[in-house]
């Protein structure tokens, strides 16, 4: 077990630490204001009243209106209720449900329930730097089409979707069909942090939020649905939240989940410039010092806290390992980083070998990362990977026959000696 206190913490894709103001204001909500807002005696009102001041700290970020904003009990209810909500209240209008391959699990396997009952479920590609085709998108939607559902940024390599340039295609086909379908539904859960998220600039019907990838509390999520949406709900019972989320809210995490988003709003940009400093001062570094590193994702339109890389010749679960020894926690997109034992589908829809792959490392900085982490990592990360390396039965440099197939992709570095020609 890691004997020193200090821990570098690089995972925050997964989730944040709880900021302290927050969990001061959530406090209360667990004890002395413990009441059901459903209750019209004093202390229910009192839980009302926190959760109308926490939406409208919320909706007003948001540019949208209080009651189009639901809250749930995570980020993969929302996209739940999005995919499955609109699949289910349109039926009639149509069976087409456009995603694409790199969607979150929330999304994909709804989805693949929806396939199940007769829906017709597109799965549009991304090119090898993440992008979503846009013209193979624009070409897939049909008058059967009800929904589209593209995420804001992906949780792999944090590459940025251009969701208002697939907003303006959308509208597109709605005026032409002189129709409101399709929908269109984005997953904003790792994007909150660092982008713009006003409804109306980026032009979407349906937008999910996780409180906890914004060091709020984890078990809150949220739900923006543009007034007039045709939706249905997931989850029956007492008729709150509109009917659309029934059961007794969660009032510390909504009152968490507003004064998280209200912090982050206030340092948006301030903590854009530093992380991505911070994120470049790595990347350097590790290109710098270690051979055979691949950048997945897109080199610049990406989120500014991401860091996604392969390196060669190791494999990723035993670099993560050795790097929790020493304090430093990441996480890979090898076969064992979850409890699924298949690689990342999302590397693997980049179009990566597996052996790009097998070597993957993920960092996501966040709020309590500073240059002094950075520093830590360069230290130790090149020593482990050169003791990876010496016992490793992989050799992808040596290997003439290996899958790798595009040797730019090697930056920072000369092309790979087993993709140049051999003196005669």
Known sequence: MFK????????HASTTPLDNKVLSLMLPYFSSEFGNPSNLYGMGRNANNAISEATKTITKILGCK??????????????????????????????????SKIE??????????????????????????????????ESAINPQTILISISHADSETGTIQSISNISKIIKSVREQNKSDFPYFHTDASQTTAYLPINVDNLGIDLMTLSAHKLCGPKGIGGLYIRHGTRINPIIYGGGQQNRLRSGTENIPGIVGFAEALSINEKNKKTEFKRIKRLRNILERGIFKAISRVVLNGHKTKRLPNFLNISILDIEGEAMLLFLDEIGIMVNTGSACNSQSLEPSYILMALGNPYE???GSIRFTLGKSNTITDIKYVLKHLPKIVDKLRKISPLNLHLNQKSTISDPRAFIGNQTPHFLRKKNK
């Open 4 to 11: 020193n206190k200090k821990q570098y913490y690089f995972d």
């Open 356 to 358: 790009y792959i097998h």
């Open 104 to 137: 979150h699990k929330g999304i994909l396997s709804v989805c693949e329930t929806l396939r199940k009952e007769g829906f017709d479920i597109i799965e549009i590609p991304v090119e090898k730097n993440g992008l979503l085709e846009l013209s193979v998108l």
């Open 66 to 99: 209080m009651n189009e904003f639901i809250y749930t009990g995570s980020a993969t209810e929302a996209d739940n209720l999005a995919i499955l909500g609109i699949a289910r209240a349109n039926k009639e209008k149509g069976n087409r449900i456009i995603i």
